[in-house]
């Protein structure tokens, strides 16, 4: 199979360094090579959103790199995922581009299929037969008598995969950690009021900007004196607002996240308990700060709009041609199709909070909250979840000018 993975420009270099240095391990146990093919440099402009809703555009140049090379398979068994044991909830990482993945393996115990015997295991891997699509769990000691590989064989592909997927997300550092959850997740929140919110994936393609994990952890485990300056500056802002904050989001996680996505089911597994022992999950700690945030910004616009949409009324008459009247995006997503197409749903807002509706077979172009004058006629007068709608029709768009 092949992945492909777009970097940044300016590390390429060592995108390679560290690619060669995991596919030389594992063709040294037996796995068949691993091709990474360089794509041309691309310049890209893209608009993005700051955390605090401000946009810019920058120009950025990357390259994709092609990474070619079968996940494990041994006979009729191919790898899928590595099982990482918890208490509270297991740790899974699939290997990419593996679809399939049963979610039973999320909460799985310590059971090999091979010697039928459950104990106490630091992980397992997970095996398709590629005949049945029979998925099972084997100890990583009992690989070589299962499949006749060399665990280590597996572990070493494994890394590389993972190095795929995470390139750019990697924090370094010891593995054996043991940092407050609180804690890390107070100091997520005063580094977004500090500097905004940044994820790892926006810094991948902007060496301008930093990921808000890379300032907590220059506090928790830098070195240098601008480590060290960095560090008090951030403890002199702390608040006991931040640690409130924290608290928020650690029982929103732990209580109200839902979805069915391994982000997510991960997130719970490390929120499960008061301490982080993993460095390497210290990003996935931190992006609560942001999911929480994003959820709760949600949360107050369907407030509002559930406010504005209970004194919404009908507008015009049946048959009328309005013209020229400024509404706002509420939403709008496709609800169906036919032989004709599909069938976007658009909803809008006048300055009354009144709401219309429209039904087009293509989009409107707008994002939500922007503002537009739409000339249509009224359709009909209808009712949806006791919020009265006006349902437009041969509607005309126009740019709000100054």
């Excluded at 690619?19 to 041309?40: F, M, N, Q, S, W």
């Excluded at 810094?203 to 480590?227: F, I, K, M, N």
């Amino acid at each position: 199979m092949t992945n492909t993975v777009r970097i940044l420009a300016a590390r390429l270099p060592e995108a390679r360094k560290e690619l060669e240095k995991l596919a030389r391990k594992a063709r040294r146990y037996g796995c068949p090579d691993i091709i990474v093919t360089e794509g041309e440099r691309v310049s890209v402009k893209e608009t993005t959103e700051d955390w605090d809703g401000h946009r810019r555009t920058v120009t950025r140049e990357y390259v994709e790199l092609a990474i070619t090379g079968d996940a494990p398979t041994v006979g009729n068994y191919a790898f899928m995922a590595r099982v990482e044991l918890h208490p509270g909830g297991n740790l899974v990482d699939t290997v990419p581009g593996v679809e399939g993945l049963d979610t039973r393996f999320r909460h799985t115990d310590g059971f090999c299929a091979h010697c039928q015997t459950t104990r106490a295991r630091k992980d397992v891997f997970v095996v398709r037969n590629t005949d049945t699509g029979e998925q099972l769990q084997v100890g990583r000691n009992c690989l070589r008598d299962f499949l006749g590989v060399d665990p280590l064989a597996v572990a070493h592909r494994f890394a590389f995969w993972a190095a795929v997927r995470d390139f750019a997300e990697s924090e370094g550092g010891r593995r054996d950690w043991g940092q407050s959850l609180t804690g890390v997740v107070a100091l997520a929140a005063v580094c977004v009021r500090l500097y905004g919110w940044c994820s790892k994936g926006q810094a991948q393609y902007d060496e301008d900007v930093t990921p808000t994990a890379a300032y907590v952890w220059r506090v928790l485990e830098g070195t240098s004196r601008e480590d060290r300056e960095l560090a008090r500056k951030v403890c002199d802002a702390m608040t006991d607002a931040d640690y409130a904050t924290a608290d928020e989001t650690i029982k929103w996680v732990r209580e109200e996240l839902s979805g069915d996505s391994d982000y997510t089911h991960n997130l719970k597994v490390i929120f499960n308990g008061n301490t982080i022992t993993d460095a390497r999950r210290l990003g996935l700690a931190v992006s609560a700060i942001a999911a929480y945030h994003r959820a709760q910004e949600k949360a107050l616009r369907l407030s509002k709009d559930r406010e504005a949409a209970a004194k919404s009324q009908h507008v015009g008459q049946i048959g009328e041609r309005l013209r020229d009247l400024r509404v706002t995006l509420q939403f709008q997503r496709t609800i169906g199709s036919n032989e004709w197409g599909e069938s976007v749903l658009i909803k809008f807002a006048d300055a009354s909070g009144d709401i219309l509706t429209w039904i087009t077979s293509k989009g409107s172009g707008l994002e939500v909250g922007e503002e537009v004058l739409l000339t249509g006629t009224v359709k009909a007068h209808g009712e949806y979840n006791g919020t009265l709608e006006t349902k437009m029709t041969r509607c005309v768009l126009k740019e709000v000018t100054p």
